[in-house]
């Protein structure tokens, strides 16, 4: 589909799933690197909804034992961050000295992985590391460092692969981006 049409917007596509792969395959590779011969079984924290599928595909290529661990936080409404992040859902495990890989979808801002890296801290995590599918370099204004980055885009609003629009378009194999060209309805 080169369009979609989600609540009152529509889109085109942006990254393909082909493109989305290759970037994981890359991403994946330099994980199994740094993890070679870990002995600790890190924890993978899915933070839902928008990084299932993205978890999913990452887990897949990861060669080390892991357990999967979800949290659920919510910052969004409609097209745009509140800038207020809140917990939704608890973590599905304890963490206590564990190293934890968080896994986004999307880092924009970086108030969620701050929210996210606090929780972890006070909740005993040894380490955290956090790998994103997406990075907006032009919106990221926080010192967290981000160790894991599978592709680097504009500060566009986008959808597909996880990301939605008012929860519609999560199941899209592709990124769609806005488009601004489309007519209003």
């Known amino acids: 589909m080169d369009k979609v049409k989600l609540h009152d917007k529509t889109f085109r596509t942006f990254i393909t799933n082909g493109e989305l792969n290759a970037a994981i395959d890359r991403l994946s590779a330099k994980i199994n690197e740094d993890f070679r011969g870990c002995t600790d079984v890190p924890i993978l924290l899915c933070v839902l909804n928008g990084s299932i599928m993205f978890t999913a595909e990452l887990m897949k290529r990861l060669d080390f034992n892991l357990q999967l661990v979800s949290i659920k936080l919510t910052s969004y409404s409609g097209t745009s961050t509140t800038g207020q992040v809140r917990q939704a859902m608890g973590l599905t495990a304890d963490v ?3 190293r934890v890989i ?4 999307i880092v924009d801002t970086g ?3 701050v929210e996210l890296e606090r929780i972890l801290k006070e909740k005993g ?3 955290t590391m956090v790998c994103t599918m997406l990075l907006k370099p ?5 010192d967290s460092p981000l160790k894991y980055v599978a ?3 504009p500060n566009d609003f986008i959808v597909g692969f996880g990301l ?3 929860e519609l378009g999560r199941n899209l194999k592709d990124i769609y981006i806005l488009d601004e060209t489309a007519p209003a309805e």
Do not use: C, L, N, Q
């Open 96 to 98: 206590t000295g564990r």
């Open 125 to 127: 995590a040894k380490e």
């Open 102 to 105: 968080i896994v986004e979808d």
């Open 138 to 142: 032009g919106s990221y204004k926080m």
């Open 164 to 166: 939605d629009y008012d």
């Open 111 to 113: 108030h969620t992985i």
């Open 151 to 153: 592709m680097e885009i």
